[in-house]
């Protein structure tokens, strides 16, 4: 028999736009931010579509602002090549935010961190890690509601 999680309240999510050193994630923050939170009208996002489903139980909000977080989300610049894999890309990512706000992991930042890599990174569409903080995106797969729900409801 399978246990849920009980979650209720609210939850931080940080979108994480790379820019690598051959290629770029196609959609810039502020679509990132608009397909997560609705920010910019998009009425079916993450935000609205957890809420739906939890009774409003359930609160998806932007991490909080801070030099270089706009709206939930924020810009990476790496000097990992595409051709790494997303494994490299990952890791060089998580260096990249704690260098860039001080932190010493990115969940530090928000309870949940969105990585949206650039496009040829990795083979498949998604993953994330069970019970944790980090979900990891192949380039627009980002802005997909479906897969962004089922990786952010492995965390």
Known sequence: QRKLATV?????????????SDGQTSADTALLSDSVFGTNG??????????ACSHDQLNII??????????????????????????V???A????????????????????VMYCL???TMTGIAYANVNSW???????????LSVAMHEIGHN
């Open 118 to 120: 650039p496009p040829n």
């Open 42 to 51: 998009d009425p079916v996002n993450l935000k609205s579509q957890y809420g």
């Open 8 to 20: 209720i309240g609210d939850k931080t999510v940080l979108v994480v736009r790379v820019i690598a």
């Open 134 to 144: 980090r979900s990891v995106y192949s380039d627009n797969w980002c802005t997909f």
């Open 89 to 91: 890309m990952s890791n």
């Open 62 to 87: 932007p991490a909080p602002p801070r030099t270089g977080i706009t709206d939930g989300a924020t810009n990476v610049t790496l000097s990992t090549s595409t051709t790494e894999g997303d494994s």
């Open 93 to 112: 990512i998580s260096i990249a935010l704690n260098t860039k706000f001080g932190v010493t992991s990115p969940s530090q930042l928000a309870d949940h």
